[in-house]
C-alpha cells in the first residue's frame, strides 16, 4: 500500500502561481508513477499530469498543458505540481494519484491505484 498526502492548496488571483506538494509513504521502494487529477465541482474527476519513475516522461492534459509543470523527487519520495498564469476554470480539488510500474501515459483515473484525500485550489473569476 501505498500512503499519499497532498499540501499546498489555496486561494490565489487569476494569473497567480501555486506550488501544490505531495508525499508518499508506505511501500514505495518499487517502481511507480506519480501524477494528478482534479475534480471540479459538478464536473468529472480530470486527468491533470502523471511522470514516469525516471522523471524523464511527463503528461499533461490539454487544459493545463504549457501552464503546469510536474516534478518528482524520488529520494523524498514526493511530487510537485508548479500551476502558473491560473485560471477560475482551475477551481477545482486536486488528488495526487500512484500506480505501479513505469507507464506515465494513463489518462484514465482507473488506471490509478492510490489516491491522496485532496486538496482545494481555488481561483476566483
Known amino acids: 500500500q501505498v500512503q499519499l498526502v497532498e499540501s499546498g492548496g489555496g486561494l490565489v488571483q487569476a494569473g497567480g502561481s501555486l506550488r501544490l506538494s505531495c508525499a508518499a509513504s508506505?511501500?514505495?521502494?518499487?517502481?511507480?508513477?506519480m501524477g494528478w487529477f482534479r475534480q471540479a465541482p459538478g464536473k468529472e474527476r480530470e486527468f491533470v499530469a502523471a511522470?514516469?519513475?525516471?522523471?524523464?516522461?511527463?503528461n499533461y492534459g490539454d487544459a493545463v498543458k504549457g501552464r503546469f509543470t510536474i516534478s518528482r523527487d524520488n529520494a523524498k519520495n514526493t511530487v510537485d505540481l508548479e500551476m502558473s498564469n491560473l485560471k477560475p476554470e482551475d477551481t477545482a480539488i486536486y488528488f495526487c494519484?500512484?500506480?505501479?510500474?513505469?507507464?506515465?501515459?494513463?489518462?484514465?483515473?482507473?488506471?490509478?491505484?492510490?489516491w491522496g484525500q485532496g486538496t482545494q485550489v481555488t481561483v476566483p473569476s
Open positions: 494519484v500512484a500506480r505501479s510500474g513505469a507507464v506515465a501515459t494513463f489518462t484514465d483515473r482507473a488506471k490509478y491505484d492510490y
Open positions: 508506505g511501500r514505495t521502494d518499487g517502481m511507480y508513477v
Open positions: 511522470i514516469s519513475w525516471s522523471g524523464g516522461y511527463t
